[in-house]
């Protein structure tokens, strides 16, 4: 079979990769297509991440064990996967985490298994816009962030007004005594 990959970035909008690959090859052999596909050094640390349909994290699948792990989960490596041994349906989601530092990740997700095919070696079959850069200046990040984070504090700052609908002021029966010719909006 072969499993047809999409990856995105929320760093760059125009940026996509589409990556076939053969079910039987391991994630050592997808990551290595991703990174030929976007020009990034493969010496770097990677994970995937496999994903619930809402991008929430749940197994690794991870290029070395670091022995960090505290947790009872087994330290899957990609070296010792086939892609078929933990994918298996069109739509399972994954994040391919390429900088640890600041946890940057492209978002990939199966979009389509060609089944009674065979691949010898992945192809990156759609290439449109430039990823991200593999690596960020850690104080331009920093300050990305620390602006995100006043924003965010500013809007947590934000009093709600108890006139509005299920505040202490609500009147549900201001708005079911209006006729249906009534315009509450001029």
Known sequence: MIYNFRLVSDEVAN???????DSDASFLQLRNAICDAVGYDKNQMNSFFLCDD???????ITLEDMGMDNSE????????????????EEGQRMI????YMTDRCFFMELK??????????????????????QFVDLDHFTDDIDAKAK??????????????????????????????DTDIFN
């Open 15 to 21: 940026f996509k990769r589409e990556i076939a690959i």
């Open 54 to 60: 809402n991008w929430e994290k749940e197994q690794e």
């Open 73 to 88: 989960d087994d330290i899957l490596l990609m070296e010792d996967y086939s892609l078929i041994d933990l994918i298996e």
């Open 96 to 99: 391919f985490v390429f900088d």
């Open 112 to 133: 389509k298994i060609e089944t009674n095919k065979t691949l010898m070696d992945p192809v990156t079959t759609v290439s449109v816009g430039q990823p991200p850069k």
């Open 151 to 180: 924003t965010k504090a500013a809007t947590d700052d934000f009093e709600f007004n108890d006139d509005i609908y299920g505040g202490e002021g609500y009147d549900e029966d201001d708005l079911t005594n209006l006729s249906d």
